[in-house]
């Protein structure tokens, strides 16, 4: 092999040149990935290992961790709060995956029509997304407020009576699931744009010469060729779902009568507040396991409803 | 997926489009009206928080509401800035996010460019144990990663909001896909030129790659400036919160919630976002083309 001049004309030892392309190929990439490397052991690989073995002991996060096998999870699975956080959040994902996809999807169809301001509509739509939970979730606390929330107003004026919306365990996790939809609903139709965009015009023509209506062609043609966008927002929108956090933390903390107690909360307060590091981490490892469950469903069903031209 | 060829609100896709072309102007009207009143729905919070944040309390807090504020004031933000220290928190967001996405775009890119365009040993199950761990939820290393920050002393430093936010299996991955689709050719020719990885990665990927990068930049400074629960667990002293703590503080330690106030803090803290995001919009949107069309 020739040995070629390296960058920059610098000299370099002789033994480099005489190493062989791929080693060297192989060495310029650890050095590349070096710096990424070190951050995902150290940050990620690391943390999450150590996690795992946290979550079989007993510990304040000061001290030694005692060990004590599975007895964080037997007792998460005994422990009412615990119960309930996963039904909340359950409950939230219910809610929330449907409704913000149904919103989005209608959007999108909406936003594939050229009209007067189109863009700006879009950037409108958007910019909920962009916005960081703390802020909204105040500016959405004042519209639902009981006495003095704009909501209750509206209610007021086709004579329906006021509702304590987040001081109501009947409306409080729907209320967070207002919020929620709100600021993804926009960026969820953004994405499936981008796919309606993609589907050849020539297949409506074609429906529309063997007689088939808007509906039969959106039934046939827009939802199995959008399939993937839709099973990508379904997804990202369970996961998001799971970890649900800010809204509750600021809107409700939790209440009333934990009634929008969520699982990432549930995790906080074991964990920094009481101190019960390793219960958390078992915790957080339950969390894991139902996204993963979920997702792999998700997953598994994807062959049925997904399109894969 | 290239996502040039995607660019959602494009307007490529117009020309093209022959459903829109048979749409009547009754019809058109009628959608152009329907879209209109949903974005009013849409954009009402924020119209809400900006006038609810110039109003008097004893304004706000009237029932029925009032449309026009009576009084316009300034009292709400200059609480805010005095109750707490606003500005300081702005300054610490502005100062943090920039730092993350600095560090976080270098070490991204690197190690893309080692996934996309050189071989090694060991790349493909690295690679895939990097896509596993991105299913992993952020809250399985919180508490392992709290430990250590504590254990190093790094408690209430801006270095435990900055450190563990470096690593991102994710932007790593979306630029990786981005590499795989500029042309080779570009690189061998300098590859015979005699050109070192380092200057093909710098002077070739790089520059072709503005776009993508930019669009990462922009989701990770996103992620760094609405950050709350990792900043909540790592920071206690009031001059080094980033904005959503500050903002989460204004209404904690005041033991009331003061809507008109809170209004205020709102509207700081999502004015610089906002401005960002109006003025790199494409970007936003060639990022989500990016993230959302790996499926």
Redesign the interface.
Known sequence: MAP?????GQPRSRSFFRMNQ?RR??L???A??A???L??L???????V??FV?GFTTWN?LGMPKWSGLQNYVRLVKDPLFVKAVRNTAIYAIEFVPLAVICALG?AL??????????F????????F???????S??????F?L??G?L??FL?LVDLPPQAWLGDTKWAMFSIVILSV?RWM??YA??I???L??VP?EL??AAKIDGAGRWKSFIKITVPLIS??L??VV?TGI?SS??V??QM??MTSGGPQDSTISI?MF??QQ??LFLR?GY??A???V??FI??IV?MINWNVRGRWVYEG | MNYATSYPPGEQGVSRSGRRRNIFPAGKLAISLLLFILALGVSFPFVWMIRTSFMLPTDALKFPPLWVPPTFTLQNYRNALTIQPFARYLLNSVFISTVVVFAQLLTASMGAYAFARLKFPGREPLFLLYLATMMIPFQVTLIPLFVMVAKVGWVDTYAAVIVPAIASAYLTFLLRQFFMSIPRELEDAARIDGASYFRIYATIILPLSKPALASCGLLSFMGSWTNFLWPLIVIRTRELRPVPLGLAALQQEQGYTDFPQLMAGSVMALLPIMIVFVFLQRYFVQGIALTGLKG
């Open positions: 070629l001049a390296m960058s920059d791929s190929e192989a310029a990439a650890y590349f990935l710096p990424n490397f951050a995902f150290v940050l990620v690989l690391g943390p999450t150590f996690s946290v996060g959007l909406l936003f594939n029509y050229k009209t007067i301001g189109i863009s509509a879009r950037l409108l739509f958007f910019l909920p962009v916005t960081d939970m703390i802020s909204i105040f500016v959405w606390m004042f519209i407020h006495r003095f704009i209750n107003y007021s709100w926009g960026y953004l994405i744009l981008a796919s965009q993609g015009q409506y023509e993937p966008a099973f990508f997804t996961i799971f970890q956090f800010e933390y600021i990432a995790l906080y964990g920094f590091m958390a981490s915790v957080a490892w969390l894991f996204i993963f997702t």
